[in-house]
């Protein structure tokens, strides 16, 4: 398989489920800063120009963040990526969509990008306040959802690898501060093996 990430990136959530599952991997740095995102090299393997990718051994691709997630979890049950109940199964996704889509889609590129909300650059302040409220609203939910638990849906799952991505942002990009589950959440995550050994590999302090 090979992994197609950026330091930093929502990708780094994808890398620490492959190191969390031990099978051998490449990690292939796309440099998104440069623009590599837009070359024919990468577009002839994700035309949507973004990461994460992952391609699997017999060379087809996938792409976002939740189907990746979800194929690996499938396809590697010994990991425990995932619970055994389909209503475990659902609050582990549902976890999932609501980080990506809302705090990440929603709250975040809304700070960091406001030109892509509104074209007007006298609203971008406003835009930029609306997603530090949504992007803090969501870590509101997610240390309720924590309540009482370790992890997301009590053990280790695809879902925290989800909400590490987002928890690494706040704590290094951002003035929104980690509820205290949240950042009880953090830690432990740092304290994995495997998430200490992705964060070496991506260069990366947390």
Not at 82 to 101: F, N
């Amino acid at each position: 398989m090979k992994l197609y990430y950026a330091p930093g990136a929502c990708s780094l959530g994808i890398h620490a489920l492959l190191e969390e599952i031990g099978k051998p991997y490449e990690p292939v740095l796309v440099a998104l800063r440069e623009g590599a995102q837009f070359k024919p090299e990468y577009t002839s393997i994700n035309p949507k120009s973004k990461v994460p990718t992952l391609v699997r051994d017999d060379g087809s691709v996938l792409t976002e963040f939740p189907a990746i997630a979800y194929w690996l979890a499938s396809t590697n049950p010994g990991a425990k990526l995932l619970p055994p109940d389909a209503d475990g199964q659902a609050r582990a996704l549902e976890a999932i969509d609501y980080v990506v889509a809302t705090m990440h889609m929603q709250g975040f590129t809304r700070m960091f990008r406001p030109e892509r909300f509104s074209p007007n650059p006298a609203d971008q302040d406003a835009v930029k306040a609306q997603g530090r409220q949504i992007f803090a609203r969501g870590f509101d939910l997610m240390d309720r959802t924590l309540a009482g638990k370790d992890y997301v849906v009590g053990s280790y799952s695809i879902a925290d690898a989800a909400l590490f991505y987002v928890e690494f942002w706040a704590n290094g990009r951002t003035d929104v501060p980690l509820p205290a589950g949240c950042e009880a959440h953090y830690e432990r995550m740092k304290a994995r093996p495997a998430v200490a050994r992705m964060l070496a590999q991506e260069g990366l302090a947390a």
